[in-house]
């Protein structure tokens, strides 16, 4: 039966009927005629009348089948199936839109999503090699689809299936493998229309194959227009569903180092984090830990909920400087690349800091210093440099994790501005004032309204009353890394501080105007005790008393000093959220000295990765830095190798780990699918029930034979009219009396 | 002017007095070099004299001029002994159709007015019959000028309704007429032919010298209805719903199958023949007519 783009014009064929109406009509408003030649008019008529009756007959029919082919013709039908295809001779086009995201490796029994793809794919190409009609095809992978900008690279690209085509296609998708990306379908829907150039003469079945997974499906609001783009150019869209049922699966979420002071020999804490993708809790998750290749005592992570992710630190230290790797690895589930992931610790032999003091006697450098390299059996990592003001302006300060000012009455200019310039790059800053110090001076020119690294202007000292009652300890912290950790009951020793005098500071300045000030720590009248801001890329954080002794007792064997300024060192320095992780897909990239290092940089992928060694230019990147990259196609530790410029070489390791997101194995049901898709025309169905459909697109559109019809009957209508109606020919005896 | 009148023309018998109406074949009632009578004349009054001529009948030698002058001279007459035309005009209720200016009725009247006062005009006697399946209205043949009122009023029938049927019309003209003359039908011939026929025929016997003017409208002919039409009879009950243009082709056909039997019919017999049609000026048609009379006329 023909279909119809546009059934509801079907009414319109009641119009047909209207040449019947007219007629019936006519027949009672026929015009009288008083008339003498009656026998000749008769005996036309007796002579006439059967045929008569049947050129009338025919030529309503003309009329009728006239009227109703332009309704026909307006209502576009399309004669679908084998029949219409016998009038169709348009190469029919079948684009696989294969998913080779690694949620496609997800494994049952004894295959995968992605193995019952492929065959779903040769399936495909069988069937279409059977058929008569001209077919072609195209594969494209959703990892080879390319970005916004195009750079898609199909497998098969509108290649004619003949009789070997189908074996060829085998040949081909034996060598494919799932790829460790969580690409989604989005870019290969948009190449459908950008890739594969619309032939007129050719019809298309896109064939989508994923797995449906409810990241991407379950609110697939920016796929819908693709689809729709795809569903409105008559094009037959297939969703076909390679996985049946949603698999439990655990995913490695993340392993990373927390705060902390990341040095050689310097013991720092790792987070890893697992994922429960399953609508069951597990109990007694195992990660296995690997540092630099040596197993570690594996974690037991006793309980995860269903849908949430547990973060599980471990300790770890590693006596040398440099890049260390770590691995976690949980035991086998449905998806196994989730299951591994790595990191790479560079840790600095040690971490130098500047100390910068005012006093003549660095009093409050030298209490600083004892708590950040207390010295002895205990390693910190921390170098402390104790200096006057004057090195500010005299020496480079990159090499510094942080610097701190302490009582300083005053700077230069161009110290000023050098330690603007260090922390708008990313260093950490850490002023501590006292007796010094003037409201003057850090307002004009630190504060600068706003613009400089102090965060908020100074009003003047205040004292502190002391209190008697010693009902509130004189230290209000809050919930940020560097008190963090004398949150709850550990904050015991916090409590035994006095702080006598302090700089206040006004608190009811329009916030607008101060949006990275925030204060870590108040006093127990309420007053501003430590304050942060951010300036450009790096931290500034300002103590409103004294590091050492002057204003207060907390420098002075109160051990939650060392652990403050330990905790205060590692947060200015920033180690962990300088910590890189990568994902595949991510650009990786290695900054390198251009006067140092020739620009070329040979990336040296994993051992399991199946990409050869490649070498990529250092260039100019926007943000200003001089780096080569590389684009991470599978996870694991790649390694960027530096060749300098005196002939020496240095290598670089980075790890990439598979996105964690994709582990989610949750897929949408097809119900949910067709209302978020209600405005697509597609075919949702299993792999498995898959059948050739090219059928559907078999068939031709009957508009333009029907137009022949309509014109074949109009040209029928009017030599019936003329035989039935006759012209007036010449009339007889014209010539009157002869 | 008189209703009766209405069928008189002016321009038309201004176009056609300047000819005249000749016998074409011998009749009685001869005048002297008009018409070859072979009676005598009756009631003659004289006009001139002329001289005479071989052939001339030498009863009419005035011998009294011969005795004088010793010249022959033959004497003419005021009114010779004339044509008899008789008109047989049809006033059925065929002849009320019509399309043009006038309907067949009228058009036929005018032809047949204009032939009377042409007739009168030359001093010949006309009659007329006005008949439809019987003849309604007879007038005698007069020669007086003041004749043409009484035809044209004979002529003016008020409500013809009847069928034609020529033959008892023509037979009893036959009858009523068993002089010598001429016989002018003026009719739209809407009737049996075989009856038509058969009375012309009869006339001929007779020695009518014989004219048919058929009469029809242009619609007749041409059949240019269009659209659903319904056909009714004027001089019957019957009827056809039809769409003309389907039966067009049959009628026209059968129509010209029909003019060509009364044309071959009218030959056959010896009768001159014409179509006129309605839409056509009465003068045109009837000098026409005339004119080619005349040279078949004097080609005799």
Redo the contacts between chains.
């Keep these: 039966m023909p279909t119809f783009a546009h059934p509801a014009l079907l009414w319109g064929l009641l119009i047909a009927g209207l040449p019947v109406l007219i007629h019936l009509i ?2 009672f ?17 007796r ?2 009348r059967t045929w ?1 009756l049947l ?2 007959l025919l030529l309503l029919l003309l009329r009728v089948g006239a009227v109703a082919a332009v309704v026909l013709m307006l209502a576009q039908p399309y004669l679908p199936s084998r029949w219409g295809g016998v009038l169709d001779r348009r190469t029919i086009h079948h684009i696989v839109l294969l998913d080779d995201s690694y949620s496609m490796t997800d494994r049952w029994a004894e295959t995968t999503a992605f193995d019952e793809a492929k065959a779903t794919v040769e399936r495909i190409a069988e069937d279409a090699a059977r058929q008569a009609r001209r077919q072609s095809f195209s594969l494209l992978r959703f990892s080879q689809a390319g970005g916004a900008d195009g750079g898609a690279r199909p497998d098969v690209l509108n290649e004619p299936i003949g009789g070997g085509f189908p074996e060829q296609l085998a040949g081909l998708l034996r060598k494919l493998a799932a790829s460790e990306t969580a690409v989604g379908p989005r870019a290969a829907l948009e190449a459908v229309e950008n890739v594969f150039v619309r032939d007129p003469s050719e019809q298309r079945v896109v064939y989508l194959l994923t797995d449906f997974r409810a990241r991407q499906w379950r609110d697939p609001a920016e796929l819908v227009p693709a689809l729709e783009r795809i569903s409105r150019s008559g094009t037959a869209l297939h969703l076909v569903a390679c996985v049946d049922r949603v698999r439990a699966n655990v995913s490695l979420a993340g392993l990373a180092p927390t705060e902390g002071t990341l040095a050689a020999n310097v013991p720092f804490f790792m987070e890893v984090k697992v994922a429960n993708h399953s609508d069951a809790a597990l109990n007694d998750v195992l990660v296995m830990i690997e540092a630099d290749g040596n197993p570690r005592p594996a974690l037991r992570i006793p309980a995860i909920p269903p849908g949430e992710t547990v973060a599980e630190r471990f300790p770890l230290r590693f006596p040398t400087a440099g890049e260390h790797l770590v691995a976690a690895r949980l035991e086998s589930d449905a998806v196994a690349l989730d299951n591994l992931r790595y990191a790479v610790v560079d840790l600095p032999a040690d971490l130098p800091v500047l100390l910068i003091d005012g006093s003549l006697d660095s009093g409050d450098a030298v209490y600083l210093a004892a708590a950040l390299q207390p010295g002895g059996p205990v390693a910190t990592g921390i170098t402390a440099r104790i200096e006057r003001p004057r090195y500010l302006s005299q020496n480079p300060l990159g090499e510094f994790r942080a610097i701190y000012l302490l009582n300083l009455e005053r700077l230069d200019d161009s110290a000023i501005e050098a330690l603007e310039q260090y922390a708008s790059e990313g260093g950490g800053v850490a002023m501590f004032l006292g007796p010094a110090c003037t409201p003057a001076f850090y307002n004009e020119r630190l504060y600068r309204g706003g613009r400089g690294l102090f965060p908020l202007p100074l009003a003047g000292q205040e004292a502190l009353p002391v209190d008697r009652l010693e009902k509130a300890p004189d230290i209000e912290a809050s919930d940020h890394p560097i008190l963090r950790v004398f949150s709850g009951d550990r904050n015991s020793f916090l409590s035994l501080v006095a702080i006598d005098r302090y700089f206040s500071v006004p608190e009811n300045l329009p916030a607008e105007a101060h949006p990275s000030v925030a204060v870590i720590a108040r006093l127990r009248n309420g007053a501003a005790l430590a304050l942060e801001r951010r300036f450009g890329k790096g931290k500034v954080v300002v103590f409103l008393t004294t590091a050492g002794p002057a204003w207060n007792n907390w420098a002075r064997g109160n051990p939650s000093y060392v652990v403050a300024m330990l905790e205060l060192q590692a947060y200015l320095a920033g180690a962990a959220e300088a910590f890189a992780s990568h994902l595949v897909g991510d650009a990786l990239t290695v900054p390198l000295d251009p006067e140092r290092f020739h620009p070329q940089v040979r990336w040296i992928p994993p051992e399991a990765s199946l990409s050869q060694a490649a070498t990529s230019e250092a260039a100019r990147l926007a943000d200003g830095r001089f780096a080569a990259t590389f684009s991470a196609p599978g996870s694991g530790i790649y390694r960027a190798e530096l060749s300098g410029k005196d002939g020496s070489r240095q290598a670089r390791r980075l790890a990439v780990n598979v996105d964690p997101r994709e582990g989610d194995l949750d897929i949408v049901e097809p119900v949910r699918l067709a209302e978020a898709l209600a405005g697509v025309d597609f075919r949702y169905q299993p792999a498995a029930t898959l059948q050739y459909a090219g059928e559907e697109v078999s068939g031709a559109s009957l508009a333009e034979p029907l137009l022949l019809f309509l014109l074949v009957l109009l040209l029928a209508e009017q030599i019936v009219a003329y035989w ?3 012209h ?2 010449d ?4 010539g ?3 | 002017m008189p209703d009766s009148r209405r069928f008189l023309h002016p321009e038309a018998i201004k176009r056609i007095a300047r000819l005249d109406l000749r016998a074409r074949q011998i009749v009685e009632g001869f005048l002297a070099g008009m018409h070859r009578s072979p009676s005598f004349g009756q009631s003659v009054e004289f006009l001139q004299h002329r001289q005479y001529t071989a052939g001339d009948d030498p009863r009419y030698v005035d011998w009294k001029v011969w005795a004088k002058q010793d010249r022959l001279y033959v004497k003419r007459f005021e009114e010779d002994t004339n044509l008899r035309c008789t008109l047989l005009v049809d006033v059925s ?5 019509g399309s043009a200016a006038m309907d ?1 009725y009228e058009y036929g009247c005018t032809v047949a007015a204009s032939l009377a006062y042409l007739v009168l005009r030359q001093q010949d006697a006309v009659g007329c019959v006005a008949f439809d399946e019987q003849a309604r209205t007879v007038v005698p043949q007069r020669t007086r000028r003041s004749h043409l009122e009484s035809i044209l009023q004979a002529l003016d029938v008020s409500a013809p309704a009847n069928k034609t049927d020529l033959y008892p019309v023509l037979h009893k003209v036959a009858e009523t007429y068993p002089r010598r003359g001429m016989m002018v039908l003026v009719s ?1 011939l ?1 009737a049996d032919r075989p009856p038509l026929f058969r009375g012309l025929r009869l006339l001929r016997r007779r020695g009518h010298d014989v004219m048919v003017f058929h009469i ?3 619609d ?3 059949f ?13 009950s ?1 009827a ?4 003309p ?12 199958d ?2 060509e039997e009364v044309r071959r019919g009218c030959v056959r017999h010896g009768i001159d ?5 309605t839409s ?1 000026p009465l003068d ?2 009837l000098a ?2 005339l004119s ?1 009379r005349l040279g078949m006329h004097h080609r005799n």
């Design positions: 006519n027949m408003r026929h015009q009288r005629v008083r008339w003498a030649a009656m026998e000749f008019l008769l005996a036309s008529q002579r006439n008569v050129k009338q039935v109606g006759d007036p020919r009339a007889i005896g014209k009157g009396a002869g | 209720a065929s002849m009320r159709y067949k739209d809407l029809l409208d242009d007749e002919l041409d240019p209805f269009e659209g659903p039409t319904r056909f009714e009879s004027l001089e019957s019957s056809l719903s039809c769409n243009r389907a039966l067009r082709r049959g009628y026209l056909a059968a129509i010209g029909y003019l023949y014409a179509l006129l049609r056509r045109a048609a026409a007519f080619s």
